[in-house]
């Protein structure tokens, strides 16, 4: 089937974060030119979903069924693409975890930044030797695509999972939230000092998204949007 208007597959990032947005948007794009990528705000969405779940996997696919449910009326073929994760840090039992966002205290409720959660850790972190710790990421999927015996609807969630330990001060100038504070054991590096392409090359997002990638492959085989053009390099 030749790629149209009409069988192109919306893709549509169910988050506000745009520097989630940079990261997931360069390892999405070349999978097939059936996909099209678009974000919450190029759709004139403005929307706040409540965290409400006590995992990463419930807040993942509390956001992706919310935005498939508000949006899919728009595309003929949909799939919503949402993420949560959280930094774990073994002497804080954990911690701060599915709270990795809103992890600095606050006064009046107000939401705290990214320097207010760095700042926080280290605080927390002060005179700690065990600094062991790890990035989650779990990506959750959402979608309906058309096959030979009616519509394949899906729900799908993919786990990425990264060691490594606690700097004793910020290192690096890129990435975002803790970024500046966490080695990856494999590099020596943080991940504040990385590149966007070397970050993507190992990140715990980008490896929950190569899993879902692989998850996707086989759905659209079973669907009459075909042939898929994937990405010789993966």
Same mark, same amino acid.
């Given at each position: 089937?030749?790629?149209?208007?009409?069988?192109?597959?919306?893709?549509?990032?169910?988050?506000?974060?745009?520097?989630?947005?940079?990261?997931?948007?360069?390892?999405?794009?070349?999978?097939?030119?059936?996909?099209? *990528?678009?974000?919450?705000?190029? =759709?004139?969405?403005?929307?706040?979903?409540?965290?409400? &779940?006590? !995992?990463? /996997? $419930?807040?993942?696919?509390?956001?992706?069924?919310?935005?498939?449910?508000?949006?899919?009326?728009?595309?003929?073929?949909?799939?919503?693409?949402?993420?949560?994760?959280?930094?774990?840090?073994?002497?804080?039992?954990?911690?701060?975890?599915?709270?990795?966002?809103?992890?600095?205290?606050?006064?009046?409720?107000?939401?705290?930044?990214?320097?207010?959660?760095?700042?926080?850790?280290?605080?927390?972190?002060?005179?700690?030797?065990?600094?062991?710790?790890?990035?989650?990421?779990? *990506?959750?999927?959402?979608?309906? =695509?058309?096959?030979?015996?009616?519509?394949?609807?899906? &729900?799908? !969630?993919? /786990? $990425?999972?990264?060691?490594?330990?606690?700097?004793?001060?910020?290192?690096?100038?890129?990435?975002?939230?803790?970024?500046?504070?966490?080695?990856?054991?494999?590099?020596?590096?943080?991940?504040?000092?990385?590149?966007?392409?070397?970050?993507?090359?190992?990140?715990?997002?980008?490896?929950?998204?190569?899993?879902?990638?692989?998850?996707?492959?086989?759905?659209?085989?079973?669907?009459?949007?075909?042939?898929?053009?994937?990405?010789?390099?993966?």
């Amino acid at each position: 089937m030749p790629e149209t208007a009409e069988n192109r597959i919306t893709i549509v990032l169910a988050t506000a974060n745009r520097d989630k947005v940079k990261e997931l948007r360069p390892l999405l794009e070349t999978i097939s030119p059936l996909f099209n *990528v678009v974000t919450l705000q190029e =759709l004139g969405v403005e929307v706040e979903i409540e965290e409400t &779940e006590e !995992t990463l /996997e $419930g807040n993942a696919l509390l956001k992706a069924r919310a935005i498939f449910a508000m949006l899919s009326e728009r595309f003929p073929f949909m799939i919503a693409m949402a993420d949560d994760t959280g930094l774990e840090v073994d002497a804080l039992h954990g911690a701060p975890g599915v709270y990795s966002a809103r992890f600095a205290p606050m006064a009046n409720g107000q939401a705290p930044t990214y320097r207010d959660n760095v700042r926080h850790l280290l605080h927390r972190m002060e005179g700690v030797s065990n600094r062991e710790a790890r990035f989650r990421t779990v *990506v959750a999927l959402k979608g309906a =695509l058309p096959s030979p015996d009616g519509n394949v609807s899906f &729900e799908h !969630t993919a /786990e $990425g999972v990264v060691p490594g330990s606690i700097t004793l001060e910020e290192q690096g100038d890129n990435g975002f939230g803790y970024d500046p504070l966490f080695l990856v054991q494999s590099t020596g590096k943080t991940y504040a000092d990385m590149c966007t392409k070397e970050k993507n090359s190992l990140s715990h997002r980008s490896l929950a998204v190569q899993q879902s990638v692989v998850y996707l492959e086989g759905v659209l085989q079973q669907s009459s949007i075909l042939p898929i053009a994937t990405n010789p390099h993966q």
